[in-house]
């Protein structure tokens, strides 16, 4: 895909908005603005608007009316999504029901684990599923502009088991993760975006090559803690899907091509699901990038001592 720099549009005013209208005048209201938001930033949305055309008329094989029809209900499904995040986040869960496909899986992670999802329908309602669990859950934010959100969203949720990690540049996000694992925590993740610079693997998805980060698996590796592939899709308009992969034991070893071999058994593991559900769910893919676009090959390196 072309370069991500690590920033979406939006702020904490638009948070705090959604919040007050929440609270205030409910979520149908909110819905009702939003059909008339949408056609804003479908105008004003640029390559993005492009790059999700792409995706609609010569991934999916639409038609050119049917790819526009289709981007402008894509942008009201992810706000849609945008305002039952934040609702379920401040405390509005009774809102919404749910249905957990594979919890068994997520019960198995007695010592911890890592839950890799994409920019797909609303992984994050995950959380909902462990409080139940009773586990702590550690959102990894690639978003610059979530640093500011994030103190905010803390002072909003109404649960204590959900924690934001931010991604910086001084890498000490990578001690947050640590310690998180070593609490026997779980952190959470996407695994289909990647910044300029990081390493990649290529791998088929929806028949053309694409790359996909190798964090992920190497975090699994490297603290050797289970991995399982998440997804939440929205199905009606209070009514959610949970989808949990069986548990993935990631293998850690010195041995350079040994181990890209032994990410790559997992990564297609994680594109064959993460295929599956785009082509059922394509209004829920919120991918704004050229997302077949490969990177330079990166070599797979040493990793950082954490």
């Known amino acids: ?87 379920m986040l401040a405390g509005f869960q009774q809102k919404f029901t749910f249905d957990f496909e594979g919890e068994e899986f997520l019960r198995q992670m007695h010592d911890g684990g890592l839950l890799v999802s994409a920019h797909v329908g609303n992984w994050e309602i995950a959380g909902q599923l462990l409080n139940r ?32 990690i931010v991604i910086r540049d001084d890498f000490s ?44 698996v190497n975090l699994a590796a490297k603290f050797k803690v289970p991995v399982s592939f998440v997804f939440a899709v929205k199905e009606t308009s209070s009514h959610y899907h949970f989808y949990a992969t069986p548990l993935q034991r990631v293998a850690f070893t010195t041995n350079l091509k040994l181990r890209e071999e032994t990410f790559r058994e997992v990564m297609e593991i994680y594109t064959r699901e993460f295929e599956k559900i785009v082509v059922k769910y394509p209004l829920q893919w919120f991918n704004y990038f050229e997302f077949w676009k490969l990177p330079e090959a990166l070599p797979l390196m040493p990793e950082r001592n954490i």
Not at 136 to 161: C, M, P, W
Not at 184 to 210: C, Q, S, W, Y
């Open 173 to 216: 996000h990578l001690l947050e993760i640590k310690q998180a694992l070593t609490n026997k925590e779980i952190v959470a993740m996407h695994g289909d975006r990647f910044i300029e610079g990081n390493k990649t693997i290529t791998l088929d998805f929806m028949g053309k090559p694409a790359a996909f980060p190798i964090g992920p």
């Open 133 to 164: 669990l009773e586990k702590r859950i550690n959102i990894i934010l690639f978003d610059a502009e979530h640093q500011r959100i994030k103190g905010y969203l803390t002072d909003v949720l109404s649960t204590r088991n959900v924690n934001f």
């Open 1 to 87: 895909m072309s370069s991500w720099e690590g920033k979406t549009r939006g702020g904490v005013l638009g948070y705090k908005i959604f919040v007050w209208t929440l609270k205030h005048l409910g979520l149908s209201f909110a819905y009702f603005l939003l059909s008339f938001v949408v056609i804003y930033f479908v105008l004003t949305s640029g390559k993005a608007f492009t790059a999700i055309f792409h995706f609609y008329h010569r991934m999916m094989g639409y038609s050119r009316v049917k790819a526009f029809i289709s981007i402008y209900r894509n942008y009201y499904k992810f706000g849609q999504i945008l305002l039952d995040k934040i609702a």
